[in-house]
């Protein structure tokens, strides 16, 4: 049996173990879940004939090695600074291997020895990054085929409720790592082109400028700029485009009232808190403002952030109980992203009926004999369940595809790589369409970046 291991078994693993143990009697396959916890190996396993659960501790040299030695393949589903470990042994025992994570320097460092190998070390196939290289490049490089020079890509990808799970005045639930939203876009400014002028866009004014984006059947979203979109200009072989922006998707609303988190600091995640494990939710907003003899917290906060008690803000603050004097903290030393993530986890954890929603939308402006043209394409996943979610789903999927296909021989282009090539995305994203996981195309009139979608 051609044997396959997968580490790590958090949420993103149960649709690819799925995916493997379904074609693993017509494939030959033999699937081993190596996690910390056993228990959890055990439940994705789930004593399925051709799939077992071994504990392993990346950090443990003895089992990592054994078991990426005595492996076919092996697919990594740890944190991303977790990979190169394994990468380290994948090279030493000449297996290949495949992450859904970004590509860090280290591991962009061994390509040579990799490719030498005659390896595959295939990275950034999960949903984004992963989905929406495939689908971009698929529509790159029909525009190109056709004669037609690419002047504008736009992209965005979101992690949220789905409509009948929406049930918060945010409309938003924590479908994935809740840490990675509160720190969204710290550490440098967002970076884009707009009609051939790069732009910046720093921390403190970045959920003020949005741009607005409607989907068919699912309404109208808004996206604000990831912080590096000129990331994949040259990948993409775009060096030569007007306007590249990359971008996140929330509804509409979301962001004016995110920032006012923003605005207090709450975000920050560079100090600590003093007696935080005993705060309160009121004591912690309270932190953030100036000292009144007489104003309340509320009143306070109003006045600084100038909110009308009328505002929709002003309940969706209310909604999440910041203001509350018996909750507290509980995190000693945390610092005022950790606080505000344990209050949001409180009211923006997902229910045990609720489902999550993928959803992803390209931009394609170009020109053609002569003409200006522009296609949007859309993908909508909704997930089935709090196990088999569309987060899941648009991560395991791929990551399960790419592993069987470098498995069968075909995917031939070896080295350190993401799925950019016409081998791995055409097949990939034709099979992902048998997962209700399709792009939706249309021609539109060419408008190029719109300024007018902004706020403020």
């Keep these: 049996m051609r044997k396959i291991l997968v580490i790590g078994a958090g949420k993103s693993t149960a649709v690819l173990i799925k995916y493997l143990q379904n074609k693993s009697t017509s494939e030959n396959l033999h699937i081993t879940v190596g996690d910390i916890s056993i228990e959890n190996a055990q439940t994705l396993a789930g004593g399925h004939t051709n799939t077992f659960a071994v504990k392993l501790d990346v950090f443990d040299n003895t089992s990592r090695e054994d078991a990426i030695k005595n492996s076919d393949i092996v697919v990594s589903m740890l944190p991303a600074r977790f990979h190169i470990e394994v990468a380290k042994d994948c090279l030493k ?44 490049m698929q529509v790159i490089d029909r525009i190109r085929n056709q004669g037609g020079k690419i002047i504008l890509f736009e992209s965005f990808t979101g992690g949220l409720v789905a409509p009948e799970s929406d049930t918060n005045l945010w409309n938003y ?24 002028t790069y732009k910046y866009i720093p921390y403190h004014k970045l959920f003020r ?41 929330r509804r509409v609303g979301f962001s004016k009232a995110w920032n006012i988190f923003v605005q207090l600091g709450m975000t920050a995640d560079d100090y600590t808190l ?92 170009y020109e053609i004999n002569g003409e200006r043209k522009q296609i949007d394409a859309t993908m ?15 991560v395991g999927l791929p990551v399960a595809m790419a592993t069987l296909r470098i498995l069968n021989n075909e995917i031939k282009t070896t080295g350190v790589q993401i799925p950019i090539q016409k081998e791995i995305y055409t097949p990939i994203l034709k099979e992902l369409e048998d997962y209700g996981i399709e792009f939706k195309e249309k021609e539109c009139e060419y408008l190029g970046y719109n300024p007018d979608g902004a706020i403020g």
């Design 380 to 394: 909508v996943s909704i997930g089935e369940d709090q196990k088999y979610t569309a987060m899941a789903k648009t």
């Design 274 to 365: 003093t007696n935080s494990e005993h705060m309160s939710y009121r004591d912690f907003t309270n932190s953030f403002l100036a000292y009144s003899p007489t104003d309340s917290v509320e009143l306070k906060l109003r006045h600084y952030l100038k909110i009308d008690q009328d505002d929709i803000i002003w309940d969706k603050l209310l909604e999440l109980d910041i203001f509350n004097t018996n909750k507290k903290i509980g995190i000693p030393n945390a610092t005022p992203a950790q606080a505000l993530q344990k209050i949001l986890m409180d009211k923006w954890s997902l229910d045990n009926g609720d489902k999550d929603m993928i959803v992803m939308y390209h931009k394609f402006g």
């Design 173 to 196: 639930k924590f479908t994935w790592n809740p840490r990675n939203v509160v720190v969204a876009g710290q550490g440098s400014a967002a970076e884009f082109l707009q009609e051939g």
């Design 93 to 136: 025992f000449e297996k290949s291997m495949v992450t859904a994570s970004y590509i860090s320097d280290e591991m962009q460092e061994l390509h040579e020895d990799v490719k030498e190998k005659g390896l595959i070390f295939m990275n950034e196939i999960g949903v984004d990054p992963g989905i929406d290289h495939m689908s971009a």
């Design 209 to 249: 400028r949005t741009e607005f984006l409607e989907v068919d059947e699912y309404g109208r979203f808004e996206a604000y700029a990831n912080r590096n979109s000129l990331k994949y200009q040259s990948i993409y072989g775009l060096d030569d485009i007007l306007t590249l922006y990359r971008g996140t998707i």
